[in-house]
């Protein structure tokens, strides 16, 4: 069954800590993407991957790192830096022409 | 960048009624619209999309208009049922700019029985 898997469903992070989403396809897209979304808000691109072992920042990827050394991998470390990581994390991917993106089921990061 | 409005943010309709939400965005090279709809606590499923060389999208109940001269396109949902109530997020996405969606802030949509 082909799709997007996102773990863990719910993820807890104490002050000073790194903690890693996990985001993997099996539907061979080539680009993949990371979104935050705050309560009752859209959502906004942390950082987004067009081909293995390279990514461009988005709008808000301070406090942010991630890396794509395969290409059905694209890990999200949210870290120490990023004060304010309470929000609903979301994995997209796309085929190589581009659209349309279709999303994993997300990850709810708080903090303890 | 891309800079994505939505209106309203909330929408109440009675059910059977039509529902519009509209959407302006700021880049007229931004070349591809799609429509989400999220419930609560699940990922953003798509409804709908169009293209810029299109002008009107229709699937069943739900169609799509778009203006590039004023840049703004509409979800148009007719003869709402209970299940359309949701949040409904529009997008806009540059092909050149790695395709990346730029969202509006959402209208949750409530329909009455």
């Known amino acids: 069954d082909g799709g997007i898997t996102q773990s863990p469903k719910y993820l807890f992070r104490k002050e000073g800590q790194n903690v890693t989403l996990s985001c993997e396809q099996n539907?061979?897209?080539?680009?993949m993407y990371w979104y935050r979304q705050d309560p009752g808000q859209g959502l906004r691109l942390i950082y987004y991957?067009?081909?293995?072992?390279?990514?461009q920042k988005g709008d808000i990827a301070e406090g942010y790192s991630v890396s794509r050394e395969k290409k059905e991998s694209f890990p999200l470390t949210v870290t120490s830096a990023q004060k304010n990581p309470t929000a609903f994390y979301l994995c997209?991917?796309?085929?190589?022409?581009?659209?349309?993106?279709?999303f994993g089921d997300g990850t709810r990061l708080s903090i303890l | 960048g891309e800079n994505v409005e939505q209106h309203p943010s909330t929408l109440s309709v009675q059910e059977g009624d039509s529902a519009v939400i509209k959407c302006t965005y700021s880049?007229?090279?931004?070349?591809?619209f799609p429509w989400y709809k999220q419930e609560l606590g699940k990922r953003p499923q798509l409804i709908i999309d169009?293209?810029?060389?299109?002008g009107e999208k229709k699937d069943q109940r739900i169609a799509v208009t778009l203006n590039k001269t004023a840049k703004h396109f509409s979800l148009h949902i007719t003869e709402t049922q209970p299940e359309d109530s949701a949040v409904y997020f529009c997008?806009?996405?540059?092909?050149?700019?790695?395709?990346?969606?730029?969202f509006g802030g959402g209208t949750r949509v409530l329909v009455k029985p």
């Open positions: 997209a991917s796309t085929p190589a022409h581009g659209q349309p993106q279709h």
């Open positions: 539907l061979n897209h080539d680009a």
């Open positions: 991957s067009q081909i293995v072992n390279d990514f």
């Open positions: 880049d007229s090279a931004s070349n591809y």
């Open positions: 169009i293209r810029s060389n299109v």
């Open positions: 997008a806009a996405s540059l092909r050149a700019a790695g395709n990346k969606l730029t």
